[in-house]
């Protein structure tokens, strides 16, 4: 079965400072990684997706995610950080062939301060 | 992309009581799916609902706990039945669109259990 580890349950940072929340899976096959983010008191929404093609994926609103085979990851960064990024980002996968059913990771909480 | 409107949006409940929540979509879609996010955790799929068929639950969830309808292809309920305070939760409807199967949310259901 498939597992997705956030090593990081909260992470603080200054506004415009870079940022880098980890996640890394663990699966036997091929996999589809996602990171959603869900702002507080609201429900999730997807902020960026890996599916086939280039490693290197980027939102609208400056995040960026690479996947990255070898060490099995999908670090997600943002070169400088705004105070309205405040959220909880989860990162997820989901298996080719798999229903689109998708595992969870345990979320990492970003704050960014002034 | 869908809109996934959840009835009630939050609710105080007694133990021993029986909750159904609403999942609303406004367009149809094949697959649907329940997640249940606890309280400082990250969400467990519950079940996979799909129209015309029984829903499949994963592993720990179980129909009388859960049980769920798929009356047409655009709404879905969740029943959490005889509730106890673990069951205080939000749970979240989603549902499959386009081609790469991106999974859109929606808010979420806040449910406290007293």
């Known amino acids: 079965a498939q597992s997705v580890t956030q090593l990081d349950s909260q992470v603080p940072v200054f506004e415009e400072a870079p940022v880098e929340l980890r996640c890394n899976y663990s699966s036997s096959v091929s996999v589809y990684l996602f990171w959603y983010v869900q702002y507080p008191n609201q429900g999730l929404q997807l902020l960026l997706k890996?599916?086939?093609?280039s490693t290197l994926v980027k939102s609208i609103n400056g995040f960026e995610a690479e996947f990255n085979k070898s060490q099995t990851s999908f670090h997600l960064r943002k070169p400088s950080v705004h105070i309205s990024d405040t959220a909880e980002y989860f990162c997820a996968v989901s298996l080719w062939g798999g229903g689109n059913k998708l595992t969870f990771g345990t979320g990492t909480q970003l704050k960014v301060e002034l | 992309s869908a809109v996934i409107s959840q009835k009630p949006s939050r609710d105080i409940c007694q133990r021993g009581t029986s909750l159904t929540i609403q999942c609303q979509v406004d367009?149809?879609?094949?697959?649907m799916f329940w997640y249940r996010q606890q309280p400082g955790q990250s969400l467990t799929l519950i079940a996979t609902a799909n129209q015309g068929s029984e829903a499949t639950y994963e592993s720990g969830f179980v129909i009388d706990k859960f049980p769920i309808s798929r009356p047409n292809l655009t709404f879905s309920t969740l029943t959490v039945s005889n509730m106890s305070p673990e069951d205080s939760s939000i749970y979240l409807c989603s549902v499959v669109q386009g081609v790469t199967g991106e999974l859109f949310f929606g808010e979420g259901s806040r449910l406290t259990v007293l």
């Open positions: 890996y599916l086939s093609g």
């Open positions: 367009s149809q879609v094949t697959m």
